[in-house]
């Protein structure tokens, strides 16, 4: 069932996949009404097999809302293509996770910095957690064999500063230092609309997590640069709608990192370096689904430092 069809052109157009996001859900979306100015955007919520009613309630609200329903979660980029799909055409489109909170005139800020910068394909504002830290994920390198060892090795814990030791998550560099990554965290993905054209849609083999970092690859595979912009920052409510200790959302993770080895990098390595990376995933997915199973805590968790990285 798909409500409200809506008119181009548009600056942005603006995805959101939702699965039982509750209130928060209310909070991103009044948040966008409220704070982005000046542009001309419509909003696609792609109800994901909900059973809370936040979506109608949504709607309900905001009646602007273009609501799209599934029966049954499809998934986060299968979600994201469909609502591109039924979303109309724009100069940009932004994926926006739905336990996120706009805290200002983000969009805006990010379209200006896109049209001053016509090389940038992809781009991220700085992403806080509700204790104020940055969500490190949103300014990424991909991760390489090199970036598991020094994860592994507790090396990225010990030497942040380090250019190279530290290049996972850019901890080198001051959070307000805007800059040319590898990868912006889908929480909140601004992509040009002639960059998404050129190198298609997200890929539906990665159920949930990794889709991001495969955009960014392909789109620096293409010529196109992904910059990290602190100018804007952008509240994140952090695993609100996935319960991000689950088996299954374990089993995801684990998933896609393996996914996306095997696509960019495996060609890039010997044999020998390609099954040292799937055992040590296999390895880490195992020793997590077991500490998970017996309900050791999110504590517990986080002292194991094998491949843990986001």
């Given at each position: 069932m798909v409500d409200n069809p809506v008119k181009t052109p548009l600056d942005v157009s603006i995805i959101i996949v939702n699965f039982n996001g509750g209130s928060v859900l209310r909070d991103c979306v009044a948040s966008l009404f409220a704070r982005t100015i000046g542009v001309k955007f419509a909003v696609t919520l792609f109800d994901n097999g909900s059973s809370d009613g936040s979506a109608e309630r949504i709607k309900k609200e905001f009646g602007e809302v273009k609501l799209v329903h599934h029966i049954e979660n499809v998934g986060f980029a299968k979600a994201n293509n469909q609502a591109i799909a039924q979303s109309g055409a724009a100069r940009y489109y932004l994926l926006l996770n739905p336990d996120t909170v706009l805290r200002s005139?983000?969009?805006?800020?990010?379209?200006?910095?896109?049209?001053?910068?016509?090389?940038?394909?992809?781009?991220?504002?700085?992403?806080?957690?509700e204790n104020g830290k940055l969500d490190a994920p949103c300014r990424r390198s991909f991760k390489t064999p090199a970036i598991y060892f020094y994860n592994t090795l507790g090396l990225s814990k010990l030497f942040p500063k380090s250019r190279r030791f530290g290049k996972y998550y850019f901890s080198y560099l001051d959070e307000d230092e805007g800059s040319e990554v590898d990868s912006v965290v889908g929480a909140f993905l601004m992509i040009r609309g002639e960059t998404m054209r050129e190198i298609g849609l997200l890929d539906e083999s990665f159920f949930i997590y990794g889709e991001?970092?495969?955009?960014?690859?392909?789109?620096?595979?293409?010529?196109?640069k992904v910059f990290y912009n602190p100018n804007e920052s952008v509240l994140h409510l952090k695993g609100t709608?996935?319960?991000?200790?689950?088996?299954?959302?374990?089993?995801?993770?684990?998933?896609?990192?393996?996914?996306?080895h095997r696509k960019h990098l495996a060609g890039s390595y010997g044999m020998l370096t390609n099954l040292i990376v799937y055992a040590g995933i296999a390895l880490h997915l195992g020793v997590s689904l077991f500490f998970t199973t017996i309900n050791l805590g999110k504590k517990r968790l986080h002292e194991i430092r094998f491949f843990h990285i986001q």
């Amino acid at each position: 069932m798909v409500d409200n069809p809506v008119k181009t052109p548009l600056d942005v157009s603006i995805i959101i996949v939702n699965f039982n996001g509750g209130s928060v859900l209310r909070d991103c979306v009044a948040s966008l009404f409220a704070r982005t100015i000046g542009v001309k955007f419509a909003v696609t919520l792609f109800d994901n097999g909900s059973s809370d009613g936040s979506a109608e309630r949504i709607k309900k609200e905001f009646g602007e809302v273009k609501l799209v329903h599934h029966i049954e979660n499809v998934g986060f980029a299968k979600a994201n293509n469909q609502a591109i799909a039924q979303s109309g055409a724009a100069r940009y489109y932004l994926l926006l996770n739905p336990d996120t909170v706009l805290r200002s005139d983000a969009i805006k800020t990010m379209m200006d910095f896109m049209d001053a910068n016509p090389n940038a394909g992809v781009c991220g504002p700085k992403v806080v957690l509700e204790n104020g830290k940055l969500d490190a994920p949103c300014r990424r390198s991909f991760k390489t064999p090199a970036i598991y060892f020094y994860n592994t090795l507790g090396l990225s814990k010990l030497f942040p500063k380090s250019r190279r030791f530290g290049k996972y998550y850019f901890s080198y560099l001051d959070e307000d230092e805007g800059s040319e990554v590898d990868s912006v965290v889908g929480a909140f993905l601004m992509i040009r609309g002639e960059t998404m054209r050129e190198i298609g849609l997200l890929d539906e083999s990665f159920f949930i997590y990794g889709e991001d970092e495969d955009w960014c690859f392909r789109a620096k595979q293409a010529g196109w640069k992904v910059f990290y912009n602190p100018n804007e920052s952008v509240l994140h409510l952090k695993g609100t709608s996935t319960g991000k200790k689950s088996l299954t959302m374990s089993v995801h993770w684990h998933k896609a990192a393996y996914l996306f080895h095997r696509k960019h990098l495996a060609g890039s390595y010997g044999m020998l370096t390609n099954l040292i990376v799937y055992a040590g995933i296999a390895l880490h997915l195992g020793v997590s689904l077991f500490f998970t199973t017996i309900n050791l805590g999110k504590k517990r968790l986080h002292e194991i430092r094998f491949f843990h990285i986001q």
